[in-house]
């Protein structure tokens, strides 16, 4: 770096840190300015750049601030600049350019150039990073809604036709049943037909109950805390483990998106407690506060150790968990795990009032893209 001082040696490397930890493209490029100025006594900077293909981004820089254009065409240096290439075999990828002369001009721009092009690199790479991540929430976003709309569909075709088909065929036998008893000889006809009610009584309780796992139909015609009650009574009639559920706080309408995620969530965590984690006992605790409705899931079973939720790469391997996490980012909510082996689990899902406006937006959003 023949030609500069110490100080804007120094400058130079606190630039390239800098840039290196930029949160956007537009600091990159006011650094970038900065330190030009500070060095070079340079007043005004082009620099272009090309992040896709026949797309090329123009950035103008100079003590009034930075203008930015989108170009469709390659918008070329200016004949009489100073002009330093990001590439020299490729002069296409973008340049950086200024009108001032000087003695340390040229050797400035060669300085700064690779280093800015970096930067955008990066820069680049952590968009089109985020914009996969986004995609990728997306679709699971929308897997979830869809699975959950088939299973309001399904519940509602066992429900409405095939429960109200066997219970029609159960009065039906009960009808025969009453024209068969009192006629001679046929106390046996009586007694199978009736042993069919009973079977088709059965049938028709295993539906409603399917029925209310596939879609709770009181979620939608009394909301989420009766239905969270009916599970919690559904779930101990099922199992051999006693499940209750308290409220406190007023309660207050979430919305249904919301009140669906909730409800799933808290049927995960009971399932993996009673299924996974040995315990007697577990609690849903519902709490309606004044800027949020906390729901807990706990259970006094085995627990575990909690580092065995994520492989080596920090990626959650519970797909119970995952599912429970993925409700929650759609909805705008917090979701933490609490465990240690041998001391019981609890799962804590915290979702802001506001979280409703922020989900129908969202969904709005994607609507309309779609």
Known sequence: MDGFSQSEIRQIAEFVRKIAKASNVDAVISEAFITLKDIAKIDRVRIVYSPSPSKWTEWKADKHGIEVRPHDEW?????????????PENGHCGFISTDHKGNKVRPALEIIAPEVWSALLLQSALARVQRAALSETELVRANLRARDEERRHIARELHDDLGQSLVSLKLTLKYAEDLARPRLRMPAVAKELAAAREDVGVMLDKIRDLSHT?????????????AMRELAHQAARHSRVAVECTTRGKPRRLGKDIDIALYRCCQEAISNAIRHAEASDVVIRIEFARNEVRVAVEDNGKGFDPRNLYDSNSRMMSSGFWTIRQRMADIGAAFRVSTAEGRGTAIEMIVPYSSRKVHDR?????TSRG
């Open 362 to 366: 969202r969904k709005n959003k994607t």
């Open 214 to 226: 596939l879609y709770p139909r009181v979620l939608d015609s009394l909301g989420l805390v009766p």
């Open 75 to 87: 918008p070329s240096p200016e004949k009489k600049s100073v002009t330093v290439p990001f590439d």
